[in-house]
T-cell receptor, first 117, second 114 residues
Framework: DAGVIQSPRHEVTEMGQEVTLRCKPI?????LFWYRQTMMRGLELLIY????????DSGMPEDRFSAKMPNASFSTLKIQPSEPRDSAVYFC???????????????FGAGSRLTVL | AQSVAQPEDQVNVAEGNPLTVKCTYS??????LFWYVQYPNRGLQFLLK??????LVKGSYGFEAEFNKSQTSFHLKKPSALVSDSALYFC????????????FGKGTTLSVSS
């Protein structure tokens, strides 16, 4: 398996533009997570999905952020309009379902580095 | 709410010396604890986890972690550090009792000098 695939790896855009980050989880993984990493705030959980359904989006910073998972092999995180404070590395991760535990190991993608000028 | 704290932003050790990266936790219910490592321009990689059982957990690359319930700690250790161990290390806890998501600490940069 190629692991969790994220694109683009780097994105530079201007304030006000729409940004779309993409993620392909590992085949067979039922859970997909979006995290954001910044120097100031560390790693923050933004949203996660189970079987393509959003379970918890309480970490999404504001309405400018939205995430979708139209099928088991694809998810997007969209920022519209983007602002300089959105500059960060955005990680996608996935994990299989292990009933009754919650001890799942997350596999992370390489991340998408976003710079908003 | 579940949380973890990593009190040190940076840990410096000489190659060959033992290393410890500290983590304390605050949870309701059973603590499911994890350590991940991040190398530059890479995603996080799993090192080890504690769910139940022995307090000393062994993981990848010679790392181990000791779960201490009375001190609510889960420190990462390695008997002999390598320069290649230099990276950013994250402690994490399960976000809630029934969930799968993880809450991460702010991370500790480990620097191993030759």
């Amino acid at each position: 398996d190629a692991g969790v695939i994220q694109s683009p790896r780097h994105e530079v855009t201007e304030m006000g533009q729409e940004v779309t980050l993409r993620c392909k989880p590992i085949s067979g993984h039922d859970y997909l997570f979006w995290y954001r990493q910044t120097m100031m705030r560390g790693l923050e959980l933004l949203i996660y999905f189970n079987n393509n359904v959003p379970i918890d989006d309480s970490g999404m910073p504001e309405d400018r952020f939205s995430a979708k998972m139209p099928n088991a092999s694809f998810s997007t995180l969209k920022i519209q309009p983007s602002e300089p404070r959105d500059s960060a590395v955005y990680f996608c991760a996935s994990t299989p379902r292990v009933p009754g535990t919650g001890a799942n190991v997350l596999t992370f993608g390489a991340g998408s580095r976003l710079t908003v000028l | 709410a579940q949380s973890v704290a990593q009190p040190e932003d940076q840990v410096n050790v000489a190659e060959g010396n033992p290393l410890t990266v500290k983590c304390t936790y605050s949870v309701s219910g059973n603590p499911y604890l994890f350590w991940y490592v991040q190398y530059p321009n890479r995603g996080l990689q799993f090192l080890l986890k504690y769910i139940t059982g022995d307090n000393l957990v062994k993981g990848s690359y010679g790392f181990e972690a000791e779960f201490n319930k009375s001190q609510t700690s889960f420190h990462l250790k390695k008997p002999s550090a390598l320069v290649s161990d230099s990276a950013l290390y994250f402690c994490a806890v399960r976000a809630n009792q029934a969930g799968t998501a993880l809450i991460f600490g702010k991370g500790t940069t480990l620097s191993v000098s030759s």
